[in-house]
């Protein structure tokens, strides 16, 4: 498993601080996530699976120590990753907080020698502004077989599929 190395450092919102998940943030982030599941634009995690994969996330913090942001970088291969589960509180949407989790993550993804980052999103305009482009899902067969084939949109799937090669 792979440990990012998201050091603690202000995002560019002063009431908001990026810095890597921990166990005690889980019920945070189930909390976040739990509306982006409901309306389909996340696919669900259990307890279990955060807690497993915790190290994969970065969390953007409230001086209230509320998690008002998460994303996580799910390693592939040696070349590739996806920029997964990213989430912001609705009242922090636009405010930066998306980017940054996103550019977090992107560091972290060139400091371990990663070719490409890409995601799956029915927001693609969000990632194009980072640069992304539009791919072809068949790109990624891993994520294909991984979680797609437990998507309930699986054979309806709305999502786009984005690439950033670093």
């Excluded at 807690?51 to 996580?72: F, L, M, N, Q, W």
């Excluded at 799956?120 to 891993?142: A, D, I, N, S």
Aim: overall charge neutral.
């Amino acid at each position: 498993m792979t440990s990012l190395s998201i050091k603690p450092r202000p995002a560019p919102l002063p009431e908001a601080s990026l810095r890597q998940a921990t166990l005690a943030d889980v019920a945070g982030m189930e909390q976040l996530m739990a509306p982006f599941v409901a309306t389909g634009d996340l696919l669900p995690r259990s307890n279990y699976d955060l807690c497993r994969h915790i190290k994969e996330y970065v969390v953007a913090v409230a001086p209230d120590g509320a998690i008002v942001g998460t994303g996580s970088l799910k390693v592939y291969s040696t070349t590739l990753a996806e920029v997964a589960g990213l989430a912001v509180r609705d009242d922090q949407q636009g405010r930066g907080v998306g980017k940054s989790l996103v550019e977090a993550l992107l560091v972290d993804a060139h400091a371990l020698g990663l070719h490409e980052v890409f995601g799956l999103t029915r927001k693609p305009l969000f990632f194009l502004r980072l640069g992304f482009r539009v791919v072809e899902k068949e790109q990624f067969p891993l994520k294909v077989w991984a979680d797609c084939a437990r998507c309930p949109r699986q054979h309806a799937c709305d999502e786009v599929a984005v690439a950033l090669t670093l």
